[in-house]
């Protein structure tokens, strides 16, 4: 039923997601072991991911560096700790777009994602072609984007080291991070697979660490010390707390990771949903424990004006030198999640290209090395030029990009399902449809609506030029040759 499967089984499908973690590891993986057995492509997928990979998949895939760049970001959103409503207004919109991805999933178990369920969903519409390549296309800006956030994020931690640094210097190494990620990939890539390890090992350190040393400190007079109205409902509270939910969003992103790997699941229709729930509630009750550890320890009024706060929540307990250990882990984290990304993005327009379904160009293998080097360098270029901005811009883009396309179009795609497509068996079914999906669409536009103009406009310019491209590829596919 799925042809095109194949091609996109190559890297593991899209992490089509929000900020660095372990992004991209699934990509990475299968990446490996396509070059270790020496061919282009598996000849068939073996389902050997049961409910415990599948959750450490996607858990891994949600923690990684951005709880530690975002947190400042997301107390300056509502100007206090009723921040912590973002986080969990955001587990809600997790746990329901989760069962969207979950029904999609289990109905649709092959790899690619997003890529696969609106190109089979919409099969029969006039949406089948156009929306599957306007996931290519938005890609094409949001997953530098995500790249460029742990760019940014690394510069801002070198910070604590490099004293006086200032916003120069800080661009210059977001690009000098960015080039040599493209150097170190722009090769035959073999033997990184204990990076997933490294990197989960690493995270999971910091992570405790910081979690353990908070609630020994604990000061619920620090942590809960808000402002004079801060519940009063009004304009401002509704912009903050979209811009709240947009940040925790950009972390919890990486739940569905297991979907893009559908085709090696075992019995998805059980393992996937179980592993989506789990990974949100476990991960949201990570974050929320981790975001009062720190204010329990630096006051919210300071936190939000950090740009390394996790150096300065273990400086202030355990003095400089433990402060340095932990800054190098954040920094370890960035720099290999980044890498693990731009690894895996790099094959998404790549796969699609080989496909048909998008521009020929992105296809090109580099003649000695055998990987695609032109999506390498379009997708490590654009991240470079993304990392000159802030880091709130950045995230801000990144999620209106998607928002339309991907998280809104899957909905689409659910109902088109649902309604049209009695030919595709649907195993798991989301509790008490329609309301989790309402729940999701109605969370999802109130994200988008209180971004900001300028980000509301990024958003639909990224659609509506996509449109325009794809009329233009498919008149250049039409002509004779």
């Known amino acids: 039923m799925w042809a095109n499967q194949r091609a996109f089984a190559r890297v593991r499908g899209p992490k089509a997601s929000g900020r660095p973690g372990c992004r991209g590891l699934s990509i990475l993986a299968g990446t490996l072991e396509?070059?270790?057995?020496?061919?282009?492509?598996?000849?068939?997928?073996?389902?050997?991911?049961?409910?415990?990979?599948?959750?450490?998949?996607?858990?891994?895939?949600?923690?990684?560096?951005?709880?530690?760049?975002?947190?400042?970001?997301?107390?300056?959103?509502?100007?206090?700790?009723?921040?912590?409503?973002?986080?969990?207004?955001?587990?809600?919109?997790?746990?329901?777009?989760?069962?969207?991805?979950?029904?999609?999933?289990?109905?649709?178990?092959?790899?690619?994602?997003?890529?696969?369920?609106?190109?089979?969903?919409?099969?029969?519409?006039?949406?089948?072609?156009?929306?599957?390549?306007?996931?290519?296309?938005?890609?094409?800006?949001?997953?530098?984007?995500?790249?460029?956030?742990?760019?940014?994020?690394?510069?801002?931690?070198?910070?604590?080291?490099?004293?006086?640094?200032?916003?120069?210097?800080?661009?210059?190494?977001?690009?000098?991070?960015?080039?040599?990620?493209?150097?170190?990939?722009?090769?035959?890539?073999?033997?990184?697979?204990?990076?997933?390890?490294?990197?989960?090992?690493?995270m999971l350190v910091t992570v405790l660490w910081i979690i353990a040393s908070g609630l020994a400190n604990f000061h619920a007079r620090v942590v809960f010390d808000f402002p004079a109205h801060a519940f009063t409902f009004s304009t401002g509270f509704a912009a903050g707390l979209g811009s709240a939910m947009l940040i925790a969003m950009y972390d919890f992103m990486g739940y569905y990771d297991i979907c893009y790997v559908g085709g090696e699941v075992r019995n998805p229709a059980r393992v996937i949903p179980r592993s989506i729930l789990y990974s949100v509630v476990a991960v949201a009750a990570i974050y929320l424990v981790m975001n009062l550890s720190i204010i329990a320890v630096v006051p919210w009024r300071e936190a939000m004006q950090s740009k390394f706060i996790a150096s300065e929540f273990v400086e202030r307990l355990y003095g400089t030198r433990a402060a340095s250990v932990v800054t190098a882990l954040v920094l370890w984290t960035a720099f290999a999640s980044v890498f693990a990304l731009l690894l895996g993005y790099s094959r998404i327009p790549y796969a699609a290209a080989i496909d048909g379904h998008f521009f020929k160009m992105f296809a090109g293998l580099h003649p000695r090395g055998q990987f695609p080097h032109v999506s390498l360098l379009v997708m490590g270029g654009l991240a470079m030029v993304a990392s000159l901005w802030n880091l709130e811009t950045v995230i801000s883009a990144l999620l209106t990009s998607r928002i339309l396309i991907q998280f809104i179009g899957q909905i689409v795609a659910l109902h088109e399902l649902r309604r049209h497509r009695p030919d595709v068996a649907r195993p798991f079914r989301m509790w008490l449809y329609p309301v989790p999906s309402v729940i999701a669409f109605v969370g999802w536009a109130y994200i988008f609506l209180t971004s900001g103009w300028a980000f509301i406009g990024f958003g639909?310019?990224?659609?509506?030029?996509?449109?325009?491209?794809?009329?233009?590829?498919?008149?250049?596919?039409?002509?004779?040759?």
């Not at 940014?152 to 040599?180: C, D, E, K, N």
């Not at 639909?460 to 040759?481: C, D, E, K, N, Q």
């Open 34 to 202: 396509n070059q270790r057995n020496g061919t282009s492509e598996p000849d068939h997928l073996v389902r050997a991911f049961g409910l415990l990979q599948a959750t450490a998949l996607n858990m891994s895939n949600m923690v990684g560096v951005g709880p530690f760049i975002t947190i400042p970001l997301i107390i300056a959103s509502m100007g206090g700790p009723q921040c912590m409503l973002g986080w969990l207004l955001g587990a809600v919109l997790a746990l329901s777009d989760g069962l969207v991805w979950s029904e999609l999933a289990a109905a649709m178990p092959g790899t690619g994602g997003t890529y696969l369920y609106l190109r089979e969903a919409l099969r029969k519409t006039s949406l089948g072609g156009l929306l599957p390549f306007l996931f290519i296309w938005q890609f094409i800006f949001s997953g530098p984007l995500e790249i460029a956030s742990g760019y940014i994020g690394f510069a801002q931690y070198v910070g604590y080291f490099w004293h006086g640094m200032g916003p120069g210097q800080t661009r210059l190494v977001s690009l000098a991070v960015g080039a040599l990620v493209i150097v170190l990939l722009y090769r035959r890539i073999t033997a990184v697979g204990r990076l997933t390890v490294v990197l989960w090992v690493g």
């Open 460 to 481: 639909l310019l990224t659609l509506a030029a996509g449109v325009g491209t794809y009329a233009i590829w498919i008149r250049t596919r039409r002509s004779p040759a």
